[in-house]
């Protein structure tokens, strides 16, 4: 006896339809499980720490292999999202290839974004060179600084009191650049110069 052809097809059109509908079920899963993960990556804060470092020491190289700046602190704190990183106490000491001693800064906290080319000092800013043959010892200390390390300039808008050699200089926002040996302070200097032996 034959069977009639039309059971046969319905049978396969049954596995097909079974085999489509398992295959848009899964499909409909992995898109519930992705579209869960998803949600929970943005409920996350946007920029959130990728990596902690403490008592850390790095040193910045110019581009014939010497030493410019060394950098450390108690504590980084690297932000992926802006690629910013955050110190706390940190120190900053300025090499330099001529004959001019190292220039030192401490602050509270500091931060470091633009690629590390912009280094903002934060909270009892305290800025220290030695005397050399070439220069005259130099104090300043202000509350907020940026650094600029590429450019070797520095500014604040904030009150600043600089001791250049035996001079007291007080004032509010500076622009200095370390490189030529500049200092400009913006509004209401005060110079007190101590009197000259003869």
Do not use: C
Not at 80 to 85: R, Y
Not at 158 to 187: C, F, R, W, Y
């Amino acid at each position: 006896m034959r069977k009639p052809h039309g059971s046969h097809r319905w049978r396969i059109t049954f596995i097909l339809l079974g085999g489509l509908f398992f295959a848009l079920g899964s499909f409909w899963l992995l898109q519930v499980i992705n579209g869960n993960g998803l949600n929970f990556q943005a409920g996350k804060p946007s920029n959130e720490p990728d990596y902690v470092v403490t008592n850390f020491s790095l040193v910045r190289m110019t581009p014939a292999g010497q030493p410019s700046y060394i950098v450390s602190g108690t504590r980084l704190t690297h932000y992926p999202l802006d690629d910013a990183s955050e110190i706390d106490k940190p120190f900053v000491r300025k090499l330099s290839d001529s004959q001019q001693p190292p220039l030192d800064t401490h602050a509270e906290r500091a931060r470091i974004d633009q690629g590390n080319s912009r280094v903002q000092l934060f909270e009892n800013v305290l800025i220290q060179r030695d005397a050399s043959p070439t220069a005259k010892n130099l104090t300043l200390k202000t509350q907020q600084l940026t650094v600029f390390p590429d450019t070797d300039k520095m500014e604040t808008a904030l009150p600043v009191d600089m001791v250049l050699g035996t001079s007291h200089l007080t004032g509010v926002g500076m622009k200095a650049d370390n490189a030529a040996s500049q200092v400009e302070i913006l509004h209401q200097l005060k110079i007190d110069y101590p009197p000259v032996r003869r």
